[in-house]
């Protein structure tokens, strides 16, 4: 697909039919797209060209009527190129968190290579607003891309825009155009046979390099173990990238560990693991032929950048229906599973990092409980554990039940 840029050798402006009416795009021309020259009934073809030659000339006449020098301020140092621009504002955005910085210069970087090219000059007036919709329209017709995808990059064209006018390199701010409305949200999650029957359909055979020291059966089991992190943590995806046998535990993992979620603002704190998890981490274990993890083993893999296009691969092979299940489902499947056996609606938003109970009480608990699901909580015994050089809590064995109370009356 070609960036969207400007086209320098200049067409013959061609009407075409949409939606019953006759428009012309004039974007190799210097302007918009989709000028409106009438219906359908009223002209034919051969009129509608010679309208469409009218409307040119009558943008070009605007443009030539407009004061010259009130657009671009020749301040020192005043781009002339809408790139030079995005990378001035770069160089001085400040971004909250890593991952924000992360998307925030991505998304730079696709407006700077698709609306670089033309001149900082051609964002103001008329003209500005008719580019701005003509990237709004070719985004959405052309290239089909979702509500929110549009609103990011238009976020920062505006920032853009406005740190040029802040800085005196533009007389004035062209008018933004309407943004899509926000699709409203659409919580899908799956219960744990779905999610079992989902991870045994996972088998890895795509000829891709394998990691040193790994073979095709560890490797599947280690995203097994992947896919089993998300849903009985409700942990992010990049917790799972990061994830290693510091998080588990020094016996393969009895409390999880929370240390790398994006918009977590809560104080790290060390969680039980449910039993499912537990097994999950032994099988793991007995698929790569040991009875611990080494110290700084990528437990899961590593990273897993395709993780969302292969667990919908999986589905369809498994023949699972519904909604494409992606890690965003599973992590909010962890909380309904939470709720249906019993936890409060404060243990389920601290095991998932959220300060404010508001999605939790409105989305999770309106959700009818299906017929004779369970409510018993996961009842993995907490292992003893000793206070550590930092404060923490550091495991030291797994004490059954019975140890434990034995423990205890002792303490008395």
């Given at each position: 697909m070609k960036p969207y840029s400007k086209t320098r050798t200049a067409s013959l402006p061609r009407p075409v039919l949409r939606d019953g009416a006759w428009e012309v795009d004039l974007r190799s021309h210097g302007f918009g797209w989709h000028y409106r020259l009438g219906d359908a009934a009223a002209f034919t073809e051969v009129e509608a060209v010679h309208a469409a030659y009218a409307k040119l000339a009558e943008l070009r006449a605007a443009r030539l009527a407009e004061p010259h020098g009130t657009q671009l301020e020749l301040a020192t140092g005043a781009p002339r190129t809408?790139?030079?621009?995005?990378?001035?504002?770069?160089?001085?955005?400040?971004?909250?968190?890593?991952?924000?910085?992360?998307?925030?210069?991505?998304t730079a970087r696709?407006?700077?290579?698709?609306?670089?090219?033309?001149?900082?000059?051609?964002?103001?007036?008329?003209?500005?607003?008719?580019?701005?919709?003509?990237?709004?329209?070719?985004?959405?017709?052309?290239?089909?891309?979702?509500?929110?995808?549009?609103?990011?990059?238009?976020?920062?064209?505006?920032?853009v825009l406005k740190f040029a006018h802040r800085r005196r390199?533009?007389?004035?701010?062209?008018?933004?155009?309407?943004?899509?409305?926000?699709?409203?949200?659409?919580?899908?999650?799956?219960?744990?046979?779905?999610?079992?029957?989902?991870?045994?359909?996972?088998?890895?055979?795509n000829g891709a390099p394998l990691p040193k020291g790994e073979t095709w059966a560890t490797l599947t089991a280690r995203r097994k173990f992947y896919l089993s992190w998300l849903f009985y943590t409700g942990a992010h995806r990049r917790d799972a990238d990061l994830l290693t046998d510091e998080h588990l535990?020094?016996?393969?993992?009895?409390?999880?560990?929370?240390?790398?979620?994006?918009?977590?603002?809560?104080?790290?704190?060390q969680f039980e693991m449910p039993e499912p998890l537990v097994d999950d981490a032994r099988e793991l274990l007995a698929a790569l032929g040991r009875e611990a993890f080494y110290c700084g083993e990528p437990v899961a893999g590593g990273r897993w950048g395709s993780v969302d296009q292969v667990l919908g691969r999986v589905q369809v092979r498994a023949g699972i229906p519904g909604a494409r299940i992606n890690t965003r489902i599973l992590r909010r499947s962890f909380a309904r599973e939470m709720l249906r056996r019993g936890y409060t609606l404060q243990e389920t938003a601290d095991r998932m990092g959220h300060s404010d109970l508001r999605m939790l009480r409105e989305v999770y608990t309106r959700t009818p409980r299906a017929a004779g699901s369970p409510r018993t909580r996961w009842t993995r015994t907490a292992p003893r554990a000793m206070a550590a050089p930092n404060t923490r809590a550091r495991v030291v064995q797994f004490q059954s039940r019975e140890t434990i109370t034995k423990l205890s009356n002792e303490g008395e």
């Open positions: 809408f790139a030079a621009a995005v990378d001035e504002w770069e160089r001085r955005k400040e971004y909250r968190t890593p991952d924000g910085a992360e998307y925030g210069r991505k696709i407006v700077r290579t698709e609306l670089g090219a033309y001149a900082l000059v051609e964002f103001v007036g008329v003209e500005g607003e008719d580019r701005l919709l003509a990237y709004k329209r070719s985004m959405e017709r052309e290239r089909e891309l979702g509500p929110r995808t549009v609103r990011n990059r238009f976020s920062v064209l505006g920032q390199w533009l007389a004035s701010l062209p008018v933004m155009p309407e943004m899509p409305q926000a699709p409203k949200p659409r919580f899908e999650w799956i219960d744990e046979a779905t999610f079992r029957a989902l991870r045994a359909a996972l088998n890895l055979r535990g020094l016996d393969v993992g009895i409390y999880i560990r929370h240390n790398n979620k994006s918009a977590r603002v809560i104080p790290d704190e």
